[in-house]
């Protein structure tokens, strides 16, 4: 697990095609999501406190497959190259290992890299789900990854909003 962390962390886009073929990896991809809520959790500790860590690992778990069912809806059904196949598990595997680098943002619990630690990590989580996506889909060829870039940009809204009432539910925590 931890190897194809790091490969996916380093934008490999054939530890991408690895989990995505690996039916097994999907409780990997669970518990690098866990992972990287949890730094995340930590991250932010001096903001939310100990219950930010629960807080944010089951708002990201929930919204992890919310993503994942809405890009392999709009991947499948409205954005498909023919030679797209994909099914919500594969999607799964490959959006949850493209956040490895989000176990990074627990340096953003040492004050003077808070501030560059949640966007730098975001922004390479984000170009890490591109990636994925591009491969679970099978985007191959010219326009590809723009087509990636399209799904994931359809697909944020509603992942956000997903996240934002995830959140709602489980309800607030100290600030």
């Given at each position: 697990m931890l190897r194809?962390?790091?490969?996916?962390?380093l934008l490999d886009a054939s530890a991408y095609e690895d989990v995505e073929a690996d039916r097994g990896a999907t409780r990997q991809a669970v518990g690098v999501v866990v992972l990287a809520s949890a730094a995340a959790g930590v991250g932010?500790?001096?903001?939310n406190g100990w219950s930010g860590i629960p807080v944010i690992t089951l708002a990201s778990l929930a919204g992890w497959w919310l993503w994942a069912g809405i890009t392999c809806f709009v991947g499948t059904r409205v954005l498909p190259k023919p030679e797209t196949v994909a099914d919500v598990g594969e999607l799964l595997r490959t959006i949850g290992f493209a956040a490895s680098?989000?176990?990074?943002?627990?340096?953003?619990?040492?004050?003077?890299?808070?501030s560059v630690t949640f966007p730098v990590c975001g922004l390479w989580?984000?170009?890490?789900?591109?990636?994925?996506?591009?491969?679970?889909?099978?985007?191959?060829?010219?326009?590809?990854?723009?087509r990636a870039v399209a799904v994931c940009a359809i697909g944020f809204p509603v992942y956000a909003a997903g996240v934002a009432v995830s959140l709602l539910a489980i309800g607030p925590w100290p600030v």
């Open positions: 194809r962390m790091l490969r996916a962390a932010s500790f001096e903001n680098p989000g176990l990074l943002l627990v340096l953003a619990a040492i004050p003077p890299l808070a989580m984000l170009v890490a789900m591109v990636i994925g996506v591009r491969q679970a889909l099978d985007y191959e060829g010219p326009g590809g990854t723009a």
